[in-house]
């Protein structure tokens, strides 16, 4: 049966003029001082090189880091792209549920596949920009027109032409609305 034992690395300081040297009394002077100029050189490399090890850990967690940040954001474009894609689908679903006609069987189940699809979005952190009646901001809305209103406050959303959309905190698509002068 073999003995295994832990061993721990521990980092010892060798202090030279603490060194026991017994047979520094036999050897002379000069060949003591090489010894303790090599010994110094010795440890001045161990710590170069530990120094130089902390920093390329460092590097690497930096590295790891930055391509973490840079997959999520590419993750984030890639969603933000397909989302814009399958934007026109939905609005043209609420085009239709708009116009129509209030006995038709098949408009139920227009509005339904137009929830299903909201309903996705919602999970997948898209949210529509709420424009109606808001106060024009231009990171939100796109103005495609500016007209006079007596019902609306001057610089504030009269109508949405078309809804806009965030994903999280970017906005993906500007409502496109109509603005009171």
Not at 64 to 86: F, L
Not at 100 to 117: M, S
């Amino acid at each position: 049966m073999t003995n295994k034992k832990n061993h721990k690395h521990e980092t010892h300081e060798i202090k030279i003029e603490d060194a026991e040297m017994p047979e520094a009394e036999n050897q002379p002077q000069g060949e003591v001082e090489a010894l303790k100029r090599q010994l110094e050189e010795a440890g001045a490399k161990l710590a170069e090189s530990v120094e130089g090890w902390q920093r390329s850990q460092a590097d690497f967690q930096n590295y790891r880091k930055r391509v973490e940040r840079d997959n999520e954001m590419m993750y984030a474009s890639m969603k933000s792209d397909i989302v814009k894609k399958v934007l026109p689908v939905l609005d043209d679903l609420e085009r239709a549920l708009q116009n129509r006609p209030a006995d038709d069987a098949w408009a139920g189940g227009v509005e339904l596949i137009a929830r299903k699809f909201q309903n996705i979005l919602d999970v997948e952190g898209v949210k529509r920009i709420e424009a109606a009646g808001a106060e024009f901001d231009p990171k939100f809305h796109e103005a495609i027109s500016h007209e006079e209103n007596e019902d609306v406050a001057s610089g504030h959303v009269i109508e949405v032409v078309q809804n806009g959309y965030m994903l999280g905190e970017r906005v993906i698509r500007p409502a496109l609305v109509r603005v009171a002068q």
